[in-house]
Every structure is written in structure tokens, then in C-alpha cells.
Nanobody, 115 residues
Framework: QGDMVESGGGPVQAGGSLRLSCTSS????????MAWYRRAPGKSRELVAR????????IYQPVAEGRFTISRDDATNHLYLQMNNLRPEDTAVYYC????????WGQGTQVTVSS
């Protein structure tokens, strides 16, 4: 298991919302660009959104633009992903990690969106 622990996933209907959380045990958290990744069934892990150190900038992949919001709390080593207007194609295991991607991952949190 990696240095990150993800939570907040679950089943939700299309159009619903979830807020994912990630806790990092790394002392370097606040100085690292962080990201949310996801792995859908039968697909490779992909980047969803990233945030630069100190929250100075956020960057979203097209699948997340306008629906997801990434944020961080450097005082508590937390990373968040607010997901709104969820779609069935958002069904995946969501992971948090540094940028570039880490070599080891946490267990992730399962998000299942039903139509």
C-alpha cells in the first residue's frame, strides 16, 4: 500500500455528486503537485485533475472540466475531489497521487454511477 488513503466513493445515480478525500502520510505533501487518477473497468489508469503546490493552479482533463473540482488542505495533508453531475462513464476506482504518477498506489475508492 502507498502513502495515500482514499475515501468517499460509493454508489450514486447519474446526475448525483460525491466528494472524494485523500490523506497523505508524506511530509513533503505540501510541496508536491498532486492529482486524482482513475481506473475504469478494462482500461488503464488515467489522470483526472491535478493541483499545484499551495493550490496555486488547478488543471482538469476534458472528462472533468466543468464538473469536478480538485482542492487541497496542506495543513492537514488532505486532497479532495468534488464530483458533480456524475455520469455512468465516471464509474472507476479513484486514486490520489503525486505528479508524475507514483510507483505505488493506495487502495483507491470505488465510484459506481448508475443510469
Amino acid at each position: 500500500q502507498g502513502d495515500m488513503v482514499e475515501s468517499g466513493g460509493g454508489p450514486v445515480q447519474a446526475g448525483g455528486s460525491l466528494r472524494l478525500s485523500c490523506t497523505s502520510s508524506k511530509t513533503t505533501f505540501r510541496r508536491k503537485p498532486m492529482a486524482w487518477y482513475r481506473r475504469a473497468p478494462g482500461k488503464s489508469r488515467e489522470l483526472v485533475a491535478r493541483i499545484l503546490p499551495y493550490g496555486s493552479q488547478t488543471i482538469y482533463q476534458p472528462v472533468a472540466e466543468g464538473r469536478f473540482t480538485i482542492s487541497r488542505d496542506d495543513a492537514t495533508n488532505h486532497l479532495y475531489l468534488q464530483m458533480n453531475n456524475l455520469r455512468p462513464e465516471d464509474t472507476a476506482v479513484y486514486y490520489c497521487g503525486e505528479v508524475p504518477p507514483p510507483t505505488s498506489w493506495g487502495q483507491g475508492t470505488q465510484v459506481t454511477v448508475s443510469s
